[in-house]
């Protein structure tokens, strides 16, 4: 009852009547989906002064973290960036602390679904230029005149026209994309369109596992569910340890019924179920599916998490535990809809694969270059309920580097005026196995945010917005442009190692740890001349003059000497004294004498040089020579 009441004071708050029915609403930004990426996107837009309609088909907001129940957020825990920082933020103020989050040993940020759901709703609510439309869908779209015309329908009510200059899709599965006309793929590529070693040989069509979760409660009293048509406990018998396991499929992860009930222990006495371990995964590819074709297939999935609940009750004797009762306001007490991992993915301007994240300064395109979001989890696949996963490639936590994901992957190739979000950007099915972590979600949605109001602001199309004016927009928003762990997003050297980062004149250096993976740019290390090997890509007048870089380490006064003779042959006026960096970057040891370090160098060259904003690049990270802003 609480979450009924709660749903409808939030939809009379967000939804002006005068606005919602009747006639053609115009909006700047349209936003389809209310997932992680879609809230993020809206909010990012209305503070930046847009007027953004936001439609969703549930009365929540937040897809995978909130509707879908998976409220253990994997990855960038150090990485605090944007939206996503003030989402954790929020939860730590909610629960009294960063440690009250850590209730189960999957993540370090656990929470209830509905409490992650009206944060998201406080924030929309915050920004007056923000209009949520619930339980509305998409039926229509057509583009007239540079102009999107979206004809949506709310409920059972009528038709409804909404016209907007730039349309966000943010839903689940890119079903906009694909009612836009946008080219997309399903399933694996083949290693031959990759070029990922770890890729299939063929393509294919499969998915990954879906998961209807279960928010249980510790009732302290027995709230068995009857018995579901068609269980057999041998479904779930290696589920955990148990007189009933005797061929597990994966023997090394055959764990305690406390380890499997404890993996995702919530607040307040409650628990997710996302259990992987032949537990509640399934397999059904609904991508192109009707709406009543996925309800029905979405239906087997339900009832293989209802038999696991019972399985739960009955032989692990767990009676107490029964599905929420303050979570849902379905009638089955389950999430509104199931945790997808995969979508479309388009064909994009640029399409993000394993190896761009992996050895990002390796690759022909310069795509770090362009990086507007980061990661840090492992490649993580689901595919143990497939009939026939042992054909698959093992992407069980393949490790790669933290990495930062480029702006590219979020402009379809062949459809202008659309920004796509959530998971069917433009990446590789390898690698969306890291892409689709909710905060890295919740980036993609601000970057796309940042992107549609920029685009507006400046009369442009987004694929014309500057990739560092999108940059910029956000490092204002104290977003992550690259992963680096060296300083937080509060320390006023931030900006200047992410954009000199973003240059590739220093570059990062990153590793695989676990669940958790690092880059760090060597801040407190001492310079060696010859990492400043970025600086002959963006000048070359000086490049050609100074023949080679010294070798070993360099003093300040060197490095001043440097970053003067690159202004004179350059013809570029310095935009600031080293002494005035010195002191208002609060920089220590101010001898000429003595060696430099990295972070200091990044922040001299960025201030005094300012190569981020004065040598533009293209969508590619290529350098775009004959538009060097000598500004």
Not at 422 to 436: A, D, H, M, P, Y
Not at 492 to 499: A, G, L, M
Not at 605 to 614: A, E, H, K, T
């Amino acid at each position: 009852m609480r979450n009924k009441v709660w749903s409808i004071i939030l939809l009379l708050l967000t939804v002006p009547v005068s606005k919602a029915f009747g006639g053609t609403e115009k909006v700047d930004v349209l936003v389809a989906g209310g997932g992680a990426s879609g809230v993020a996107a809206a909010i990012q837009a209305a503070r930046m002064g847009m007027h953004v309609a936001l439609v969703e088909e549930t009365d929540w907001l937040g897809g995978m973290l909130t509707s879908a129940g998976v409220s253990a957020v994997d990855g960038n825990y150090k990485l605090p960036g944007g939206i996503w920082g003030e989402f954790k933020e929020r939860l730590e103020k909610h629960y009294g602390s960063r440690e009250a989050l850590i209730t189960g040993w999957v993540s370090d940020v656990l929470f209830e679904p509905s409490v992650g759901n009206r944060i998201f709703h406080e924030m929309a609510a915050a920004e007056p230029t923000l209009t949520i439309w619930h339980r509305t869908r998409v039926e229509s779209i057509r583009r007239l005149k540079g102009q999107w015309l979206v004809k949506v329908r709310k409920g059972a009510g009528k038709p409804q026209e909404i016209q907007a200059q730039t349309l966000i899709d943010a839903t689940e599965l890119g079903d906009v994309a694909k009612q836009c006309g946008v080219k997309y793929d399903i399933g694996m590529e083949s290693r031959e369109v990759t070029h990922e070693a770890i890729a299939p040989e063929k393509a294919n069509n499969i998915v990954q596992d879906i998961t209807y979760v279960a928010i249980l409660k510790d009732y302290g009293r027995d709230v068995s569910i009857p018995r579901p048509v068609g269980y057999q406990p041998e479904e779930f018998a290696c589920a955990c340890e148990s007189p009933l396991c005797i061929t597990p499929k994966e023997p090394h992860r055959v764990w305690s019924a406390e380890k499997m009930l404890t993996y995702g222990k919530l607040p307040n006495k409650k628990y997710m179920i996302n259990w992987p371990i032949e537990g509640n995964d399934y397999y059904v590819n609904i991508v192109e599916m009707t709406p009543k074709e996925r309800i029905k297939a979405l239906e087997a999935a339900k009832q293989r998490t209802l038999r696991f609940i019972y399985f739960m009750q009955n032989e692990l004797g767990w009676k107490h535990l029964g599905l929420a009762d303050d979570e849902y306001p379905t009638p089955d007490r389950l999430p509104f809809i199931p945790y997808h991992r995969e979508s479309r993915r388009i064909h994009g301007v640029i399409r993000f694969t394993v190896n761009d994240a992996a050895s990002p300064y390796t690759q022909a395109d310069k795509l770090y270059r362009t990086c507007i979001a980061v990661g840090d989890y492992p490649v993580d696949h689901h595919h143990s309920r497939y009939n026939g996963t042992e054909t698959l490639p093992d992407l069980y936590f393949h490790p790669i580097p933290s990495y930062g994901l480029p702006v590219g992957v979020m402009l379809p190739k062949d459809v202008k005026g659309l920004i796509v979000a959530e998971k069917s950007i433009s990446v590789s099915n390898i690698v969306n196995g890291t892409t689709r972590l909710q905060p890295v979600v919740l980036q993609i949605g601000q970057a796309a945010g940042a992107l549609a109001a920029l685009g507006i602001k400046q009369g442009k199309r987004p694929d014309e917005v500057a990739v560092r004016d999108i940059q910029n927009a956000v490092l204002e928003a104290k977003g992550y442009l690259l992963p680096y762990l060296d300083v937080p997003v509060s320390d006023v050297k931030f900006k200047s190692y992410q954009r000199i980062g973003s240059t590739g004149i220093l570059k990062g250096k990153g590793k695989h740890v676990d669940w958790s993976n690092e880059t760090w740019l060597r801040a407190d290390t001492l310079l060696l001349g010859e990492e400043l090997e970025g600086l002959m890509d963006i000048y070359p007048k000086w490049a050609a003059a100074h023949g080679k870089l010294q070798s070993g380490n360099i003093t300040l006064d060197k490095a001043l000497s440097l970053i003067g003779d690159i202004a004179k042959q350059e013809n570029l006026t310095l935009k600031a004294t080293p002494e005035a960096v010195w002191q208002a970057f609060g920089l220590q040891d101010f001898r000429r004498e003595r060696p430099i370090l990295r972070g200091e160098m990044a922040v001299l060259i960025d201030q005094m040089l300012d190569p981020f904003n004065r040598v533009p690049v293209d969508i590619k990270g290529t350098y775009l020579r004959q538009a060097i802003l000598i500004r």
